[in-house]
């Protein structure tokens, strides 16, 4: 019985997700629009509001074209399994009512992320086309270097609060946030979560001014949204787990939620303020900027903890 009511409250919250993906989509065009002084959508619903369900009809009843030479099992599952990654990986949220959250989640959500690259990889691989190819080809190698600098990040932290529960920042912050005692930190975690997601300025699996549109050139209808949700789902998670990580309201108040919107709001606010970075440069702020600074704070941290319980004894 409480393994049904586990379910079903996992059930709602995707159910959540997936309308708050919806929303998203079409704050993003709103905000973009007024970044280009024009409206952005404004006419199915009052003020626009009804459009994402609107595309999302539209997307799911178009005809559905499979490339002749594609591999055509993975090419199929590729976006079916990135969406599933995207909305598992909110288990790990710590609310306190009953849902899945566990004593695990960082290194549920490092699995996650990780398989992630995955899926990218299947899709551009199994389209059979060179763009596609290259396009995945780019998002791996990203991916897999600013994971780096995130886990070095999350390691950092998980010293300060003593465990691998999200459920521990909230009673870590309680007095002080830890983007006060971390600033850069938070700029460099925000950077690398842009990177994970493939957003602008870091959106080379989708650059379209040389790839016509990276991985999932060969998608259209229903492939497309898939990739499309699982892309917006994760952003949206990526927000919930810096508001945690370093803005830490508790998950039962309002202004926690307020917190998300705004990191969502700054995703979209970057992309229409940043140009696309060169992918050599890319590289070089991965290895050469970001890893040596998660790595100076994390040794700092350490010494911190050696510090305070040498002060305790």
Do not use: H
Not at 23 to 51: A, C, D, H, S
Not at 95 to 100: A, C, H, K, R, W
Not at 114 to 128: E, F, R
Request: charged share 10%; glycine share 8%; proline share 3%.
């Amino acid at each position: 019985m409480m393994g049904l009511v586990k379910f079903v409250n996992y059930l709602v919250l995707v159910i959540f997700v997936l309308v708050g993906v919806a929303f998203v989509t079409l704050l993003e065009r709103k905000i973009l629009g007024y970044i280009q002084i024009r409206k952005g959508p404004n006419k199915v619903g009052y003020w626009g509001m009804l459009q994402p369900f609107a595309d999302a009809v539209k997307l799911f009843t178009k005809e559905q074209t499979t490339p002749t030479l594609s591999n055509f099992v993975p090419y199929y599952f590729s976006p079916v399994i990135s969406l599933f990654i995207s909305l598992l990986v909110w288990s790990v949220a710590p609310y306190n009512m009953g849902l899945v959250g566990f004593s695990m989640s960082v290194l549920f959500f490092l699995c996650c992320t990780s398989l992630g690259v995955y899926t990218v990889m299947g899709a551009g691989w199994a389209s059979n086309s060179k763009y596609a190819l290259l396009g995945c080809l780019r998002a791996v190698a990203q991916t897999i270097s600013y994971e780096v600098s995130l886990a070095l990040i999350l390691l950092s932290f998980l010293m300060l609060v003593g465990g691998v529960d999200l459920g521990l920042f909230f009673c870590y912050q309680r007095y002080l946030w830890f983007v006060v005692v971390s600033f850069p930190l938070a700029l460099v975690w925000f950077s690398s979560c842009l990177a994970e997601t493939n957003r602008t300025p870091f959106d080379f699996a989708e650059g379209e001014s040389e790839l016509v549109s990276g991985f999932n050139t060969e998608y259209s209808a229903g492939g497309f949204a898939l990739i499309f949700m699982s892309e917006y789902a994760s952003i949206l998670f990526m927000s919930l787990l810096f508001s945690i990580i370093f803005l830490g309201s508790f998950m039962e108040s309002v202004v926690f939620y307020l917190q998300v919107v705004f990191i969502s709001f700054c995703f979209i606010w970057v992309r229409g303020t940043l140009p696309r970075f060169r992918y050599d440069k890319l590289m070089y702020l991965a290895w050469k900027s970001f890893l040596p600074v998660s790595l100076n704070y994390l040794f700092f941290f350490l010494g911190l903890k050696v510090l305070v319980f040498s002060l305790l004894l």
